[in-house]
T-cell receptor
Framework: GAGVSQSPSNKVTEKGKDVELRCDPISGHTALYWYRQSLGQGLEFLIYFQGNSAPDKSGLPSDRFSAERTGGSVSTLTIQRTQQEDSAVYLC????????????FGQGTRLTVV | AQRVTQPEKLLSVFKGAPVELKCNYSYSGSPELFWYVQYSRQRLQLLLR??SRESIKGFTADLNKGETSFHLKKPFAQEEDSAMYYCALGGYNTDKLIFGTGTRLQVFP
């Protein structure tokens, strides 16, 4: 694929259920970012990966949120016991190398917790 | 800590008017600043970065380290400039990329 791909595009889940959001970065990109986009909150940083390592997890809102990246490629963001305040658009981005680079964004996953 | 502030949530202008979207940052190291844009129903994309010192779609932004600002400017706004604009901060010693809360630009005909 030519760009960053996220799946699913939309997810509606019941409060209390677990969800997994997937991100396929551009091939060869070493850095991968997760953000949460909420109305009025802008783009909230969640976590980033350099290869398979996550040097900075400080943005994860609670211990219900976790993320992993395998093979330096696909990443999964997992939200356990979802709450209504988790409803947002979750964006993934990747960039080709360290420092001063352009981040390429996916189309996002719109999560709605009912 | 890295921090980006965009004080305006909404900026409305008429076509042909000058535009300035404000961005201030806080960072202890050597900063790298970006402007990203999200047009309606499109992905977030890079508009320009300070290191390139280029003008994209008529927009320019100058890094002012004294005022810790990176304001986005365009002398004559066009209707197609209507979009959400995000200022972003990275650094030469970090891979972390932080975004502001964004400013919605509305350009009326």
């Amino acid at each position: 694929g030519a760009g960053v791909s996220q799946s699913p595009s939309n997810k509606v889940t019941e409060k209390g259920k677990d969800v997994e959001l997937r991100c396929d970065p551009i091939s060869g990109h070493t850095a991968l970012y997760w953000y949460r986009q909420s109305l009025g909150q802008g783009l909230e940083f969640l976590i980033y990966f350099q290869g398979n390592s996550a040097p900075d997890k400080s943005g994860l809102p609670s211990d219900r949120f976790s993320a992993e990246r395998t093979g330096g490629s696909v990443s999964t963001l997992t939200i356990q016991r979802t709450q209504q305040e988790d409803s947002a658009v979750y964006l993934c981005a990747s960039s080709p190398h360290r420092d001063r680079t352009e981040a390429f964004f996916g189309q996002g996953t719109r999560l709605t917790v009912v | 800590a890295q921090r980006v502030t965009q004080p305006e949530k909404l900026l409305s202008v008429f076509k042909g008017a000058p535009v300035e979207l404000k961005c201030n940052y806080s960072y202890s190291g050597s900063p790298e600043l970006f402007w990203y844009v999200q047009y309606s129903r499109q992905r977030l994309q890079l508009l320009l970065r300070h290191i390139s010192r280029e003008s994209i779609k008529g927009f320019t932004a100058d890094l002012n380290k004294g005022e810790t600002s990176f304001h986005l400017k365009k002398p004559f706004a066009q209707e197609e400039d209507s979009a959400m604009y995000y200022c972003a901060l990275g650094g030469y010693n970090t891979d972390k990329l932080i975004f502001g809360t964004g400013t919605r630009l509305q350009v009326f005909p």
